[in-house]
């Protein structure tokens, strides 16, 4: 090499020195023997030498630690492959993070380094910033949604998801105007999606704040409110959005709640102004806020006089009562109907019915006042109409006893005279029939047919006049000749009956039978001749060649009461008769039929009456009677008909 090339080379040496010099990132080169050949002033900054302490040396023995390192590996590989390598690591010198890029060529490695501590810290920085950002976007309760320049939908949270009831799948490339039919407003009317609040801040460039409106949730299939904001992102120097995201936030349950307040305070209101008493709303000082119509009316004030006024403008001062009212209202929370004496705008006073209760908090208390005057006048009248009425009833009764004890006497003494008269008459009837058939035996052949036919019709209407007279001194023994009440086995009294009535049931062929009766409290001579009769006009009153069926049973009716059915298979009536066949005297059937006086029936009710019950009937013309006695099964006291 000539001199005039040694003094190039350095020249071109000088100003590679100069330019590496002046690079801020470190810089060296190695031979192939890895000793340092030329080294920059950032590098021995960074690795806090001078230029006499590397140049010439191995890498190795200035740096220990860099032999079998990471960076060796580098190195080594870079030159085995003839191939630039790059590496981001922890250095081997200090406790800092360096970038390296390394060159070979035949003769050298030129190795280009940077500390990039602070980048990596900041990057570090950010990703955990990124990673909070998106912990909180995935995990906040408001709704959160981003779209592009246009409005298209380009992705949303998972409450955003929740509360439009889509995913964000199926939202992508969407804008608002695209699913106006999913919102309304709050009266209800659709909410058109060029008014969506992320719509305006594109167009406008402004914030949204505060707008709620109704967004369909197809999965629940009902409606979300929401309260929505929506903000704009710009870049810098462009005054038109390139982003909007939209934040809201699912007030459905407090748009319910406030509704129900809403309703609710409606309801009250309308309770309020249409109720017929005086309301006031109060506070504890005696103030009045509120009044509705009716006690403007009460008080011939406007609402504006009355709170004016308050309550001692409303009372009357001089109530003794008002102050336990207060008291008690304070002490209890409320007080009910309690009376004071109001006072209206004129000055009359009149009498209020008042009722309180302390809302909650104490702040406030509704009071009610009806006007009482109509209704103590009312009390008033009645009182006197009471007075008068008993006045009047003591009288009447007065009268009513002294009738009744005439009545009982005449009744007494009618019954009296029933009985003597039967019992008297009996006796010329005796000697009429008793003189009448002496004649027809003495004379009867004397007087010939004709005398004879009358004789006979004489003595058959004395007999019957004895046998009405007989069952009429029966009927009024009744009264006159009870005996006291005992305890009467009815189904041993009955098979009694049927030994008396032997005859007859042999005569007519006929069959009793008797079903399982209870034990009752009675007159047993009174219960004998009522299953007399019954049972004996049961057999009497049966159809010509139809053996007679009668049957008598018990059925149960109430714990203290009973029921005895008699029941046959006779010629039965029309029960269009049926209060006639009770009544004395009365005969449904012609002498010539049937037998009788017409007083068995009757006797039967009075002396089922008499043991505080009843009998009654049901009948077919042909196809028998069924006659049905409910009795006590205990009597209170006292002894037949002597205690009616």
């Known amino acids: 090499m000539t001199s005039t090339d040694k003094i190039e080379n350095s020249e071109v040496n000088r100003r590679l ?9 470190g810089f060296y080169t190695l031979d192939t023997e890895f000793r340092f050949t030329h080294i920059n002033d950032a590098a021995l900054s960074y690795f806090k030498k001078d230029r006499e302490e590397m140049i010439g040396k191995h890498i190795f023995d200035v740096f220990p630690g860099f032999e079998g390192s990471i960076f060796d590996t580098v190195l080594h590989r870079a030159i085995d492959s003839a191939e630039p390598a790059h590496l981001e690591a922890p250095s081997v010198v200090n406790d800092r993070t360096v970038e390296i890029h390394v060159y070979p060529s035949p003769n050298n490695l030129t190795v280009l380094f940077r500390d990039i501590t602070e980048r990596r810290q900041m990057e570090e920085a950010l ?23 246009e409005g298209k939908i380009i992705f949303m949270n998972p409450s955003a998801e929740r509360i439009l009831g889509k995913t964000q799948a199926e939202f992508l490339g969407e804008t608002s105007e695209s699913v106006e039919h999913h919102s309304i407003r709050e009266d209800g009317s659709p909410f058109p999606g060029g008014e969506h609040p992320s719509m305006v801040s594109l167009r406008t460039g402004r914030q949204v704040e505060d707008v709620v409106m109704g967004v369909f949730n197809p999965r629940e299939s009902r409606y979300h409110w929401i309260n929505i904001n929506a903000i704009p992102l710009f870049t810098p120097g462009e005054e038109r959005p390139y982003r909007v995201y939209t934040v809201f936030e699912d007030i459905s349950e407090r748009k319910r709640a406030q509704d129900a307040v809403r309703e609710e305070e409606a309801r009250y ?41 308050g309550r001692q403008g409303l009372i009357d ?43 909650d908090g104490g702040d406030e208390a509704f009071v009610i006042v009806r006007d009482i005057t109509e209704r103590k006048n009312m009390v008033e009248e009645l009182r006197k109409s009471r007075d008068e009425l008993e006045l009047r009833v003591e009288e009447r009764t007065a009268e009513l006893n002294s009738y009744m004890a005439k009545l009982e006497q005449s009744n007494r003494a009618l019954q009296d005279f029933a009985s003597i008269a039967a019992h008297d008459m009996k006796e010329p009837l005796r000697k ?33 006049m004895q046998s009405l007279l007989t069952a009429l001194l029966e009927y009024s023994r009744l009264s006159t000749r009870a005996n006291p009440f005992v305890e009467v086995e009815l189904t041993e009294l009955i098979h009694e009956v049927l030994s008396d009535l032997e005859v007859k049931v042999v005569k007519t062929g006929g069959e009793v039978h008797v079903g399982t009766l209870p034990v009752i409290s009675a007159d047993p001579t009174q219960m004998r001749q009522l299953f007399q009769n ?21 059925v149960p009716v109430t714990d203290s009461r009973c029921q005895v059915v008699v029941e046959d ?30 007083m068995g ?25 069924t006659f049905i006695i409910e009795l006590p099964l205990a009597q209170k006291g006292g002894s037949g008909m002597h205690s009616q």
């Open 127 to 149: 990703r955990e910033s990124e990673r909070h950002f998106r912990l909180l976007f995935e995990t906040m309760l408001q709704g959160v949604v981003y779209q592009d320049a």
């Open 317 to 359: 001062p001089s109530d003794p009562r008002l102050a336990p009212v207060l008291e008690e209202r304070r002490r209890m929370g409320r007080t009910h109907q309690r009376e004071l004496r109001f006072v209206r705008k004129d000055g009359t006073i009149f009498t209020g019915e008042t009722s309180s209760i302390i809302m």
């Open 534 to 554: 019954l049972i004996g006009n049961a057999l009497k009153f049966h159809k010509p060649g139809v053996k007679p069926m009668v049957q008598v049973r018990s």
């Open 601 to 625: 029936l009757a006797i039967c009710k009075k002396i089922v009456e008499g043991h505080g019950g009843s009998i009654t009937a049901m009948a077919t013309p042909g196809q028998g009677a």
């Open 269 to 309: 209101r309308s309770l309020f102004e249409s109720s017929i008493d005086a309301i006031f709303l109060t506070v504890p000082d005696g103030r009045i806020k509120a009044a509705n119509p009716v006690a403007c009316a009460m008080f011939a004030m406007s609402e504006e006089e009355i709170c004016r006024e």
């Open 17 to 25: 020195s100069a330019i590496m010099d002046s690079i801020a990132d």
């Open 569 to 598: 298979n006779g010629v039965g009536f029309d029960e269009q008769h049926l209060e006639r066949i009770f009544a004395p005297f009365q005969r449904l059937h012609g002498r010539t039929e049937y037998e009788g006086t017409g």
């Open 432 to 464: 009429v029939i008793a003189f009448g058939n002496m004649l027809r035996q003495k004379s009867g052949e004397s007087l010939g047919q004709s005398g004879n036919d009358y004789l006979n019709r004489m003595l058959n209407a004395t007999e019957r």
